[in-house]
């Protein structure tokens, strides 16, 4: 895929450090994209860097929490000293709760898994939403998962903040949408990433089931989700707005 539109554009990722934001930044990278990618994790930022190292685009990066406004303000601060106003924003920093059902889930684990997924996405949002409206102008995508759509895809804490990620994401967009804001989330269903690892550890059992269960026979790779939002964010998606697209091997169809 070959998009001219991205050359020089600012993009701004949040866990781009690993799996499907490390990916996501690639390949916004590899179209001529200048992408600033937030994560906790330095070095998985480090080596997101070294991949990026020989692409047309330029990739800088802020090690921070999506939930500390002041971090954030900093993350952004950085993208505007470096590549200017940001127009396109990856929601994608996430955690697991290991699939908890709720009487399992602590408060703390609720809180944690809630501030990252569900308020970590209001507040990255909040702060770059106004740079947008200036522009009259601006692309978020939103990670959630077919854990947003359905239950098993996660424990109690993970269904809900992916659940609650899909209302936001669509309130988002039809309250901004005539100023010219476009936002959809991305519901991706077994991608093999760091956040999967204990599924392939051991015999690799679980990892087997899963993709037995998945009508495709498989997982995915990160790039695959990576290529959706090269598509999702470009202006051939210019009429898709405020929706849901499952990149998921038709789990969702059963
Ligand atoms: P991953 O664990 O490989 O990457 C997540 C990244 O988010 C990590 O680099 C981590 O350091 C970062 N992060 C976590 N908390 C953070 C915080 N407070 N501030 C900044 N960064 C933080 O996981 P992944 O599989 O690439 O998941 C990315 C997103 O995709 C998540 O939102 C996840 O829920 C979603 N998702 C993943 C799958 C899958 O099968 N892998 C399926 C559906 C949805």
């Excluded at 070294?50 to 303000?73: L, M, P, R, W």
């Excluded at 077919?146 to 659940?163: D, L, P």
């Excluded at 994401?169 to 956040?195: C, E, V």
């Amino acid at each position: 895929m070959h998009f001219d539109e991205y050359k020089k554009k600012t993009i701004f990722v949040t866990g781009a450090a690993s799996g499907i934001g490390q990916a996501q930044a690639i390949a916004f990278i590899s179209q001529g994209a200048n992408v600033l990618g937030m994560d906790l994790d330095a070095v998985g930022l480090a080596e997101t860097a070294e991949k990026a190292k020989n692409a047309t685009g330029h990739f800088s990066s802020y090690v921070g929490d999506v939930t500390k406004e002041n971090e954030i303000i900093s993350a952004i601060e950085k993208a505007n000293g470096l590549f200017g106003m940001i127009h396109i924003l990856l929601n994608t920093a996430g955690i697991l709760d290991n699939y908890a059902p709720t009487l399992e889930t602590s408060e703390e684990l609720w809180d944690r898994v809630l501030s990252v997924n569900l308020k970590g996405t209001f507040l990255v949002t909040n702060q770059i939403l106004p740079q947008m409206l200036k522009q009259k102008h601006g692309v978020i995508i939103n990670m959630a998962s077919i854990a947003g759509m359905v239950a098993g895809g996660g424990g109690a804490a993970y269904t809900a903040s992916k659940h609650a990620i899909i209302g936001y994401t669509k309130q988002l967009d039809h309250d901004y949408i005539k100023q010219g804001i476009r936002a959809n989330a991305i519901a991706p269903g077994a991608i093999q990433t760091p956040m999967n690892a204990a599924d392939f550890a051991g015999d690799g059992k679980i990892a087997e089931w899963v993709a037995n269960e998945t009508p495709a026979g498989r997982w995915a790779k990160p790039e695959e989700v990576a290529s959706l939002t090269l598509f999702l964010a470009s202006e051939n998606a210019d009429y898709i707005h405020g929706t849901v697209m499952t990149i998921d091997g038709g789990w969702l169809e059963k």
